[in-house]
């Protein structure tokens, strides 16, 4: 896995002006658009105008230091992210598969667009000192030249066509997250307090990447959303982002995606021979087997034309009357485990242990705060803020 590290760490310069203070532009506008601000609020916060904020955005001024170190701390990045130039990552940005777009939601996509370039980077910075998998993943592409869209008969043959792919038989898969990363994806699981993010998926170049949200109290559901986007990766790596700002267009892509999702982790050719009741106790010991919640098995059910219309809705309104639409039995503590990503948080640990790669240099590095990068990589809180002494790095990576 190791490679002999060679110029690991490239260093950006940052644009100075005549008096000796630094800011690049685009570092700042990035800042505040992963903090989820408008210019008005990031103003309000450091006392100066919303014109003052957009001055500084399109690099026609300079805030004064006590400005830059306030906009630092209340955009939570240390001065020295906003003095860096570009970070080289594996290659050109796919679209991002996000669940919606609109008004509503395009403060959080947007804001979704920089966590992506940051686990990019963050990745790349390790490619030099370690071997990752493999990106080991088939693609696809719609029979139908005309409408672009999958049949359902297709997602169903496409999805029993990658299990044979990976080599699962028809059983239930034990941790699809760890499947992923077997195959060469990068997977971070990071919770973003107060924004509604379960999952998206993107390509930089030929390595494929899946961001998850950690605040799930759902297994069984955060194991579907692992799915879903192994289906995008699958299904729509030819898709552009015009296609994806397409209401219309995404609402389909999003449906091939939960057929996909459903068909991969329920396969058609076993599943239904387990459904020997439409009585609701009966998926408590299924969802023990196969880790996917109940609705989600109903619903499987209902495509697969197990359950007519009437037991699908009967089976709803108990669900509903259990009170188990947010959660169900199993989840939350105690029930199925959350699958938590391993390959990133392993290389991390290894480069780090090694000395490879120091704690202060990835930092400078990266640029952005010590506390993202624990997030994306997996890194115990404080392992690269606390003094070494403090830290507990494992080398033995178990």
């Known amino acids: 896995m190791e490679k002999t590290p060679n110029n690991v760490l490239q260093f950006p310069t940052a644009a100075r002006d005549d008096s000796g203070r630094l800011l690049i532009p685009a570092r700042l506008l990035e800042a505040r658009i992963a903090k989820m601000m408008t210019q008005t609020d990031l103003a309000s916060r450091i006392g100066v105008s919303r014109q003052a904020v957009s001055s500084y955005e399109a690099g026609l001024k300079l805030p004064e230091a006590e400005t830059m170190y306030a906009m630092a701390n209340v955009l939570e990045q240390p001065v020295a992210f906003f003095t860096r ?14 669940r919606k777009v609109g008004a509503d939601t395009k403060r959080r996509n947007l804001a979704c667009d920089k966590f992506s370039d940051w686990l990019g980077q963050t990745a790349f ?81 030929d390595r494929a990447f ?12 955060s194991r579907l959303d692992a799915a879903h986007e192994l289906g995008h990766l699958c299904l729509h790596r030819w898709v552009g982002a015009e296609e994806i700002e397409n209401q219309k267009t995404l609402k389909e892509i999003e449906r091939e995606a939960d057929r996909f999702a459903g068909a991969f982790l329920l396969p058609r050719r076993s599943f239904p021979n387990e459904i ?52 169900e039995p199993y989840d939350g503590e105690g029930g199925i485990p959350l699958e938590q990503p391993l390959l990133l948080t392993k290389v991390a640990e290894m480069v780090l242990a090694a000395g490879q790669i120091k704690r202060d240099e990835l930092s400078s590095a990266l640029g952005f705060s010590p506390d993202w990068i624990e997030r994306l990589t997996g ?9 070494v002494d403090e830290v507990e790095v494992n080398p033995t990576l178990k």
């Open 85 to 98: 130039g570009d970070l080289p990552s594996f290659g050109p940005a796919s679209a991002n598969f996000y």
């Open 125 to 205: 910075v390790f490619d030099k000192a370690v071997n990752y998998p493999e990106v080991n993943l088939p693609s696809f592409e719609p029979s139908s030249q005309s409408s672009n869209r999958y049949s359902d008969d297709e997602i169903e043959d496409i999805a029993e066509k990658v299990r044979d792919h990976f080599g699962l038989g028809l059983g239930p898969i034990s941790n699809v997250v760890r499947l992923l990363e077997s195959k060469g994806v990068i997977v971070s699981r990071v919770a973003i307090k107060g924004e509604k993010i379960e999952a998206f998926s993107f390509w930089r170049g």
């Open 210 to 221: 899946v961001f998850l949200a950690s605040d799930k109290d759902s297994a069984a559901r």
């Open 276 to 327: 020997y009741s439409p009585r609701l106790m009966a998926f408590l010991d299924l969802k023990q087997r196969w880790k996917v919640s109940i609705q989600a098995m109903v619903y499987r059910c209902k495509t697969l034309g197990i359950f007519d219309e009437q037991q699908t809705t009967n089976l709803y309104k108990e669900i509903s009357r259990k009170k188990w639409r947010t959660k």
């Open 379 to 387: 890194l115990p809180s404080g392992s690269l803020s606390k003094p």
